[in-house]
Structure formats: structure tokens, C-alpha cells
């Protein structure tokens, strides 16, 4: 009698080597760092009180964040890509760069049909959420979930900016949506290796 055994692959098993992931972890952070830290400097902008004490707090976050990032990102340099690792990068990379052409035509249209329409201060809102739709299916191609975590997460507190009052509150909560989610997400990241 024989035995037949069948190896389940799972879809978050990784077939890259460890140099790999922590590049494209590092990557990931330096990203979530340096785009957190801008809708951070817009959430402070938008803010009408203790602008400048907010500024500062952005710009000192922005420094320890980002330069925790910057440092993971030259440490992972050493790591050689393995064969697997660049046929990998050359299957996915075709879905990423649509996935990123996808947003930014859906953000500069949005920018550009709100701008028209004199509709100024939906824009971070607009924003918000095609930049939280554009981590969801990152989070499936990189297999990392927390991608899905901080899309959902951008998505819910854009549209609950929408229930703030009239002025700039919905701005500041709708950039802050965006810049937060980003932060947590690099500290995870960082905090991982």
C-alpha cells in the first residue's frame, strides 16, 4: 500500500528569499512613512488652530518615522535577489505598476472633475478613498495583509469625515485618515524586523 502526500501550498507561504522580503518590507515602510508624513502636513495645514505646534509635531514624526525607514532601506541593500526573487518581482510587477498608473489617473481625474465643479474641499475626501481602494489589492499581490488593515481603514475614516461639521474639520480628518493609517502601518512594518 502506498501513500500519496500532498503538500497544500498556502497563498501567504513565501517562495522569496529572506533578503527579499526585507527589502520589500523596508520599501513598504519608507513609502508608508513618506506618504503619512505628506497627508500629515496637510492635516496640519487644514488644521485652524495650533498650526505651527502641529507642523512641528509632523516634521519630528516625519524624522523619526522616515529616518527609521531610510535606515532599513540602506540596510537592506547588502541582500542579493535571488532568481526566484526577480521572476517573482517580473509576475507581479505588471499588476503593481497598473494598480499605481489606476490611482493616480483616478486621483488627478477626481482632482481636476472637483476643481471644476468649484468642489475644493472634497478633494482630500476623493483622495482619501482612491488611495485606500489602491492598497487592497496590494495587500493580495505583496501577501501582505496589513495592507488590507490600513486600506480600510484610510476608506472608513475619509467617509467619516463626512460627518464632521462645516470647515476645515473635515479636511484636517480627512488628511489625518490618511496620514495615520500610513504611520501605524510603517511602525508595524519597521517594528517587524
Known sequence: MTETVVAIHSPLESTESTGAILKGRARGALICALGGSAWMFWAAVFASTARTASLVLVT?????????????????????????????WASIAPLFWIDTA?????????????AHFGRYSLIPQFLGVIIGLHFLPLAKLFRAPRYYIMGTAMILCV?????????SIPAVTACAGIGLPMWVTAVVILSQD
Open 60 to 88: 519630528v514624526m516625519m524624522i523619526l518615522i522616515g529616518g527609521w525607514a531610510v535606515s532599513r532601506v540602506r540596510a537592506a541593500r547588502r541582500y542579493a535577489d535571488s532568481a526566484a526573487d526577480r521572476e517573482r
Open 102 to 114: 489606476a490611482e493616480w489617473a483616478l486621483g488627478a481625474g477626481a482632482v481636476v472633475t472637483l
Open 159 to 167: 467617509l467619516a469625515s463626512f460627518l464632521a461639521p462645516e470647515g
